[in-house]
C-alpha cells in the first residue's frame, strides 16, 4: 500500500475546514480549571493569539460541561471565534451536552459506554463480544443525533494504554487494538449516517504511534473512507526531550502524507506548545502548502525504487561520489538537501549526516528529530551525525544526536521520562513535579519514568515504565512498580523521597537476585 495516496474527506468544523489540500490545522489544550471562566479564557487566548486552529478543554463532569458555554461567549466577546473542543472521558451524559455547546467533541472508546481498563483479561465469546457492541451502539445514539442536529464534529481519539478490557483481551494493548477500537465506533457513526469524524491514535512510544497510524490508514482505504487524522505524542514529556519526541513522532508522520491536525503535547504551559508544532508543519510542509514538501517535490520517503538520490561514499577514510567509483560503500552520508530513500530490507550500513543552517537552537531541535525521527523509529539507519553551518555547534550537536537517539529508543543513554500535558483533572503541580523527579533520578541511567497528572493518563498510557508518579487527588501521589501501585495517597511534599526509597530498594534487591 502506498500511504501517500491517503487524502482525507474534508469536514467543517465550526468556520475552520479540516482535512483534504487544506492547511494542517494545530491545537492546544488548556490547564486551567474548567470552572474558572477567567482563568480559561485568558488562557484560551494565550494559546490562540500564540497560533493554534483549535483549543480544548477538560470537561469531566456536567458543571464544567456547562461552564463551557461561558467561556464560549466570553471568548467571542473579545472577538475570537475559534472552535472550542470539549474533552471527555468517562461520561456521555456530559458529552451530550458539551455537542449542544462546542464545535467538536473527543471521545476515547476505551471509556465512552464501555469498561475502562482494569488490565483483567474479559473473555467473551463472539455473541457476548457484538452484544456488547450493540450495548455501545445504543448508547452512542443520544449523541450522535445531537451532533447531527448542532453540526457539531465528533474526534475519536484513542489512547494507547487506555483501550477497555474488551479490545485489549482479544487483540491486545497493541497497534491492531488501538485501531480496532477506532473502527469499530467508525462503524457506528457510519451505519447512523454520520460522517463529521476525526481519529486520533495516540502513544508515548514513537513506534506505537506510526505503526498505528499506518495500520489505521490501511484499514480505512479497505473500508472506502477518509477521515481527518489528528496527530500527537502524548506525554512527551518537557524541555529538548519533549520537542524531539513530538516531533520525531509527529514528523514520521507527516513525511508519509499522513495527518491533518497536530497537537504537541509538552509539559509546559500549553500556549508553547504552539511555536513547537508550527516549526515541524512548516519544515515538512512549508507555512502555506498542505501538501508535503517533500513527498510532492523529491518523493521523500515514497516506495518508488527508480528514486536515486544523490549519494556520498565514505570509504577507507575518504568521500567518493557515487560516480566515481562502483558502488561498494560501507557507509553512505546523506545531505538534508537530498533526502534518502531507505529501503526496509537494505542491509547497507547507513549513517545519516543532514546538513542545516540555523541559529536557532530550538528550531534546530525540531527540524532535525522531525526529518531523521522516522529513520531510527523504523531502524532503518545505523548512525548519526548532525552538521549545522549556524552558530549552534559542538556539543550541543552531539546532544541533540543523543536526544534523537533516546526519543527512538535506538539508543538509550538515560532515563527516560514520560509526562502528560496539564489540563484542568491535574490536582497538583505537574511541571514542578517533572523537574523534582528528574532532579532525584537523573543519577540512574536507563529507567523509564513515568510522571502523570491523574488517573486518565496513568497507569495505563504509562504502559512499559519502570516506574510510576501519578497524581491522585488535591497535593495526594500514588507511586507505581510497573502497572503496580505500591504506595498510595503519599503526600506531595513527601512522594519524591519515597519513589526514590522504591528505586533505591528495587536496586538492592536486584543485586542479590541469582544469576541464571
Do not use: W
Amino acid at each position: 500500500m502506498n500511504l501517500k495516496k491517503y487524502i482525507s474527506t474534508p469536514i467543517l468544523i465550526g468556520p475552520v475546514a479540516l482535512g483534504g489540500a487544506y492547511p494542517i490545522r494545530i491545537q492546544s489544550m488548556t490547564n486551567t480549571d474548567t470552572l474558572d471562566t477567567r482563568a480559561s479564557v485568558a488562557q484560551c487566548i494565550r494559546i490562540i493569539e500564540a497560533g493554534a486552529d483549535f483549543v480544548r478543554l477538560t470537561a469531566q463532569g456536567v458543571r464544567e460541561v456547562e461552564n463551557l458555554a461561558k467561556i464560549k461567549k466570553e471568548l467571542q466577546h473579545s472577538g475570537f471565534d475559534t472552535p472550542l473542543i470539549a474533552d471527555i472521558h468517562f461520561n456521555p451524559a456530559a458529552a451530550e451536552i458539551a455537542a449542544r455547546i462546542v464545535e467538536k467533541v473527543r471521545i476515547n472508546p476505551g471509556n465512552y459506554a464501555d469498561k475502562r481498563a482494569s488490565f483483567i483479561k474479559t473473555e467473551l465469546s463472539d455473541k457476548e463480544y457484538n452484544e456488547e457492541l450493540a450495548r455501545i451502539h445504543e448508547r452512542l445514539l443520544p449523541l450522535i443525533n445531537i451532533c447531527r442536529e448542532n453540526k457539531t464534529v465528533i474526534r475519536i481519539g484513542i489512547n494507547h494504554g487506555s483501550l477497555s478490557d474488551r479490545i485489549m483481551t482479544r487483540y491486545g494493548n497493541t497497534p491492531e487494538g488501538m485501531v480496532q477500537s477506532a473502527m469499530e465506533f467508525v462503524q457506528i457513526f457510519r451505519s447512523e449516517n454520520f460522517n463529521d469524524l476525526v481519529l486520533s491514535m495516540k502513544s508515548s512510544d514513537t513506534v506505537i504511534v506510526l505503526e498505528s497510524n499506518r495500520l489505521l490508514v490501511k484499514k480505512m482505504l479497505e473500508e472506502g473512507v477518509a477521515y481527518p487524522i489528528h496527530l500527537g505524542v502524548t506525554e512527551a514529556g518537557e524541555g529538548e526531550d519533549g520537542r524531539v519526541r513530538s516531533a520525531a513522532g509527529i514528523g514520521a508522520l507527516l513525511s508519509e502524507g499522513i495527518g491533518d491536525s497536530v497537537r504537541v503535547s509538552l509539559t509546559e504551559d500549553p500556549e508553547r506548545e504552539i511555536p513547537v508544532a508550527k516549526e515541524i508543519v512548516r519544515f515538512l510542509g512549508g507555512s502555506k502548502d498542505r501538501i508535503i514538501r517533500a513527498v510532492d517535490s523529491q518523493k521523500f520517503n515514497t516506495r518508488d525504487l527508480s528514486y536515486k538520490p544523490e549519494v556520498i561514499i565514505y570509504k577507507n577514510g575518504k568521500y567518493l561520489t557515487e560516480n566515481d567509483k562502483p558502488f561498494k560503500g560501507e557507509m553512505l552520508i546523506f545531505s538534508y538537501k537530498t533526502p534518502p530513500f531507505l529501503s526496509e530490507k537494505s542491509q547497507k550500513k547507513t549513517f545519516l549526516n543532514p546538513v542545516f543552517e540555523e541559529d536557532d537552537p530550538e528550531k534546530l531541535t525540531i527540524d532535525a528529530a522531525a526529518l531523521l525521527g522516522r529513520y531510527f523509529i523504523l531502524k532503518q539507519a545505523d548512525g548519526i551525525c548532525i552538521t549545522n553551518s549556524g552558530k549552534v555547534q559542538g556539543e550541543k550537536l552531539k546532544e541533540l544526536s543523543f536526544s534523537i537517539l533516546q526519543a527512538t529508543e535506538a539508543r538509550i543513554t538515560r532515563n527516560r521520562y514520560i509526562s502528560c500535558p496539564t489540563c484542568g483533572r491535574t490536582k497538583f503541580n505537574l511541571q514542578d513535579a517533572v523537574k523534582k523527579v528528574k532532579a532525584a533520578t537523573g543519577h540512574l541511567t536507563g529507567l523509564k519514568i513515568a510522571i502523570m497528572g491523574c488517573i486518565v493518563n496513568g497507569p495505563g498510557e504509562m504502559a512499559g515504565a519502570d516506574y510510576g508518579y501519578i497524581g491522585a487527588g488535591e497535593g495526594k501521589v500514588h507511586i507505581y512498580r510497573g502497572m503496580v501501585p505500591v504506595k498510595k495517597n503519599v503526600p506531595e511534599e513527601n512522594a519524591v523521597e519515597e519513589l526514590l526509597r522504591i528505586i533505591k530498594e528495587d536496586q538492592v534487591e536486584n543485586l542479590h537476585q541469582p544469576v541464571i
